[in-house]
């Protein structure tokens, strides 16, 4: 996207569990890049639940909050 510019990011405290054909996956991720030409800095608490589907691995339900910055 025009003005849209996302770092690669890397998952502290990660949490991973996997229960047959479903899984978690969670911890704190750090998103910094640009939007509209303004630097971002952020810190997202996140949970990912994903299940299992033909063969394939996909997202059923994510949520995210903000998480103080260390």
Do not use: C, H, N
């Not at 911890?27 to 394939?56: C, H, M, N, P, Q």
Request: positive net charge; glycine residues 12%; aromatic residues 10%.
């Amino acid at each position: 996207a025009p003005g849209y510019k996302l770092e690669p990011f890397v998952i502290e405290e990660k949490v991973e569990k996997v229960m047959g054909d479903a899984a978690i996956l969670g911890g704190v991720a750090r998103a910094k890049g640009t939007s509209g030409g303004e630097a971002y800095d952020v810190r997202l608490r996140f949970i990912d639940v994903w299940e299992k589907r033909d063969g394939r691995w996909v997202v059923v339900f994510s949520q995210a909050t903000r998480a103080p910055k260390s």
